[in-house]
């Protein structure tokens, strides 16, 4: 099964270069790998004359921010036409674990994974210190995200909770990835994309299943909690998301803004909005918010 990793990348050029070093050292390099640089012009010089060989395309970044949704889909048509027949996403702060690529083939190669979002468990990895990250030993610093299932080595878990799909590590064939459509591009700037992803996929009657034995492992890089830099496309975002499902996602971003006092819940008009100066909120309806 010909295979793709396909990153998007805006800065992180230190993140990107140890994610290229860790698709090399694998067990299984992918036939393909397709960076997408979203107005980031430098990346080339950080992925030339290392392997695997980098396919980089250039998305345009507008004012509302990174196109990730739209960025995504490049990539996935990208790694098509190069003939891929597993697309494996991966985010540019993720080094894949040693059997990623294998793991992930060997399940997409599994009848009764075959038509599935396959998800690899990720760990957030600590500071590192001052000869950065060496890849034989990421494995020791981080557990799997205790918000995901994690099963174990040699196992997939099937799940009926699309809510909890993410983008950071996963991986789908190519007639799966025809089946759901791709990302929705009105979706642009932080957070909803993929969460909507999801929602798309169970539409389709695509199952999500939680595969052991192919890690990933977050870099560390600072976070503010919850993500007030992207309040806006937040909003924005969620905004779209309830139009087209009927819930809010980032429920609790959303309650944390609140409680800081920066957005509040509009009555009138049934959505969160930005909250003035002394402005204070309703809060929604029980349930307004649904999960998230």
């Given at each position: ?20 070093a860790?698709?090399a050292a ?11 640089a ?18 980089l395309?250039?998305?345009?970044v ?25 697309l ?24 009764a994974?075959?038509r ?24 020791l610093l981080?557990?799997p ?33 025809q ?25 389709a ?9 192919a ?26 998301f ?30 969160w909005?930005?909250?003035g ?6 809060l929604?309806?029980?349930?307004a918010?649904?999960?998230?």
């Open positions: 099964m010909r295979s793709a990793v396909i990153t998007l990348a805006a800065g992180r050029h230190r993140h990107l270069a140890l994610q290229q860790g698709l694998g067990s299984q390099a992918p036939d393909t790998y397709v960076v997408v979203m107005g980031d012009p430098g990346l080339a010089g950080v992925l030339a004359h290392r392997e695997p060989a980098a396919d395309l250039h998305c345009p507008g004012p509302e921010g990174l196109p990730l949704a739209r960025a995504r889909n490049l990539g996935a048509a990208r790694a098509l036409e190069a003939g891929a027949e597993l494996i996403f991966l985010d540019v702060d993720c080094v894949p674990g040693h059997r990623l690529v294998e793991r992930y083939a060997e399940a997409a190669g599994c009848p994974h075959a599935s979002l396959l998800c690899g468990t990720v760990a957030y990895l600590p500071p590192p210190g001052a000869a950065g990250y060496r890849l034989t030993e990421l494995p981080a557990s995200h205790p918000a995901r299932p994690a099963p174990g080595p040699q196992e997939a878990r099937r799940s009926s909770d699309h809510s909890l799909f993410w983008s950071l590590s996963f991986a789908l064939t190519a007639g799966t990835w089946a759901v459509g791709g990302f929705c591009e009105s979706y642009r700037g932080y957070g909803g994309e993929d969460t909507d992803y999801g929602q798309v996929a169970r539409e009657g695509i199952p999500l299943t939680w595969l052991g034995g890690p990933a492992y977050h870099q560390y890089h600072p976070v503010s909690s919850p993500p007030v830099e992207h309040l806006d496309a937040i909003l924005r975002n969620a905004e779209i309830r139009r087209r499902w009927g819930w809010w996602p980032m429920a609790p971003w959303l309650d944390a803004f609140a409680s800081q006092g920066l957005v509040r819940w509009d009555r009138a008009d049934d959505r909005v930005r909250a100066p002394d402005e204070a909120g309703d929604p309806q029980h349930g918010l649904g999960s998230d």
